[in-house]
T-cell receptor
Framework: SQTIHQWPATLVQPVGSPLSLECTVEGTSNPNLYWYRQAAGRGLQLLFYSVGIGQISSEVPQNLSASRPQDRQFILSSKKLLLSDSGFYLC?????????????FGPGTRLTVT | GQNIDQPTEMTATEGAIVQINCTYQ??????LFWYQQHAGEAPTFLSYNVLDGLEEKGRFSSFLSRSKGYSYLLLKELQMKDSASYLC??????????FGAGTTVTVRA
């Protein structure tokens, strides 16, 4: 069966510090991968998605970036965090290509920027 | 662009039925999803509709009308553990999901 891991689970970072969140998927190959952010009491905002190694699509221009160095690894980064970057960050995967039906979410990382 | 609307909150009694409506206006449509999200946790997949009609999965059912841009999630025989946020999401033709803000359902004894 497929599993998706995210770490860390929680993170408190000062404004201006860098960020690196990691997501890995097991039990599937060539998945579509996604990064979402959920602000308190709000819906999920798609940040990035990837349909293959090195292929990243950005949905919202901001100080965040994403990379996919391996087939089942997706990394979210920032060089300098802003207060507005606080939120619940969720990684998700779906089957690739025409089988891209439902998305399955990882446990999430709760980021607080102080 | 995508515009997905659902009520903010709903309250119901244990054992009752609750219907959560979702209306959408999207550029491209390739399916509608419902997710359940308990407080502090990740969303979990509930249902998927791509054709008009009703899909039933146990106590949960989901309905879709593409011509009306409308869906609902029906929760029957409510249990306390059903207290959660329910997210409506629409998949555009390139497989991205756009989510509504979610409906918080509170089940009371």
């Amino acid at each position: 069966s497929q599993t998706i891991h995210q770490w860390p689970a929680t993170l408190v970072q000062p404004v201006g510090s860098p960020l690196s969140l990691e997501c890995t998927v097991e039990g599937t190959s060539n998945p579509n991968l996604y990064w979402y952010r959920q602000a308190a009491g709000r819906g999920l905002q798609l940040l990035f998605y990837s349909v293959g190694i090195g292929q990243i699509s950005s949905e919202v221009p901001q100080n965040l970036s994403a990379s996919r160095p391996q087939d089942r690894q997706f990394i979210l980064s920032s060089k300098k965090l802003l207060l507005s970057d606080s939120g619940f960050y969720l990684c998700a995967w779906s089957g690739g290509g025409s089988r891209a039906y439902e998305q399955y979410f990882g446990p999430g990382t709760r980021l607080t920027v102080t | 662009g995508q515009n997905i609307d659902q009520p903010t909150e709903m309250t119901a009694t244990e054992g009752a039925i609750v219907q959560i409506n979702c209306t959408y206006q999207t550029s491209g449509f390739n399916g509608l999803f419902w997710y359940q999200q308990h407080a502090g946790e990740a969303p979990t997949f509930l249902s998927y509709n791509v054709l008009d009609g009703l899909e039933e999965k146990g106590r949960f059912s989901s309905f879709l009308s593409r011509s009306k841009g409308y869906s609902y999630l029906l929760l029957k025989e409510l249990q306390m553990k059903d207290s959660a946020s329910y997210l409506c999401a629409v998949r555009s033709n390139d497989y991205k999901l756009s989510f509504g803000a979610g409906t918080t359902v509170t089940v009371r004894a």
